[in-house]
Nanobody, 120 residues
Framework: VQLQASGGGLVQAGGSLRLSCAASGSFFDIHGMGWYRQAPGKQRELVASITSGDTTNYADSVKGRFTISGDNAKNTVYLQMNNLKPEDTAVYYC???????????????WGQGTLVTVSS
């Protein structure tokens, strides 16, 4: 199983970016996907998550600015980030709870990370 993230880059404060993450490989089911971020010198934190039933959860710091969505047919999750702030600068990691087989139970998988830099 692989998670391939894309869409990071450099943007000015107030701008927008859209991150994408696609799961590929052999697996039985995806229980949920999400985005985490890690800024220099800080711990990795949850940004947003979405379940297979489209229930979403957001960190307080991004509510009203970021939107997470999923495409179950494409095994892909998106993070639309609007009104970006310098404090959003971080490496963003895609996460997915994936069940390899119907007998294995879900376990977490991580993408390679994509850098988002917001200049003031």
């Amino acid at each position: 199983v692989q998670l391939q993230a894309s869409g990071g880059g450099l943007v000015q404060a107030g701008g927008s970016l859209r991150l994408s993450c696609a799961a590929s490989g052999s697996f039985f089911d995806i229980h949920g996907m999400g985005w985490y971020r890690q800024a220099p010198g800080k711990q990795r934190e949850l940004v947003a998550s979405i379940t297979s039933g489209d229930t979403t959860n957001y960190a307080d710091s991004v509510k009203g600015r970021f939107t997470i969505s999923g495409d179950n047919a494409k095994n892909t999750v998106y993070l639309q980030m609007n009104n970006l702030k310098p404090e959003d600068t971080a490496v963003y990691y895609c996460n997915a709870e994936i069940e390899r087989s119907r007998w294995s139970g879900p376990r977490p998988y991580w993408g390679q990370g994509t850098l988002v830099t917001v200049s003031s």
